[in-house]
């Protein structure tokens, strides 16, 4: 079975920092990508990035390009979320997903198969 465990998240000002991390575990991890995504209060669970373990591509929602950064360290089946320039629309649960084997569904939780528990991004104003 396969494990995914996110760390890192918190409570920070308007404009600060945060870095998530997110490292899967188990028998078999067979996933082609992982990704993050977010559920804010009272919203619909939504895409965040996404990233490639062969070769490292990199895709991001419109809302967060520029100031999230996803990187992977595929010896570690380790992925991380750095967030600049936080805002307080980014408040949300962060969720770490692991993909299907053929990668195709990018931003729609139904192309991913394994799920963290979440992690808590709260921004203040």
């Known amino acids: 079975q396969v494990q995914l465990v996110e760390s890192g998240g918190g409570l920070v000002q308007a404009g600060g920092s945060l870095s998530l991390s997110c490292t899967a575990s188990?028998?078999?991890?067979?996933?082609?990508?992982m990704a993050w995504f977010r559920q804010g209060p009272g919203k619909e669970r939504e895409f965040v990035a996404a990233?490639?373990?062969?070769?490292?591509?990199?895709y991001y929602a419109d809302s967060v390009k520029g100031r999230f950064t996803l990187s992977r360290d595929a010896a570690k089946n380790t992925a991380y979320l750095q967030m600049n320039s936080l805002k307080p629309e980014d408040t949300a649960v962060y969720y770490c997903?692991?993909?299907?084997?053929?990668?195709?569904?990018?931003?729609?939780?139904?192309?991913?198969?394994?799920w963290g528990r979440g992690t808590q991004v709260t921004v203040s104003s």
């Open positions: 997903a692991g993909s299907r084997p053929i990668f195709t569904q990018i931003a729609t939780p139904a192309g991913y198969m394994f």
């Open positions: 188990g028998r078999t991890f067979s996933s082609a990508a």
């Open positions: 990233i490639r373990w062969n070769g490292g591509d990199t």
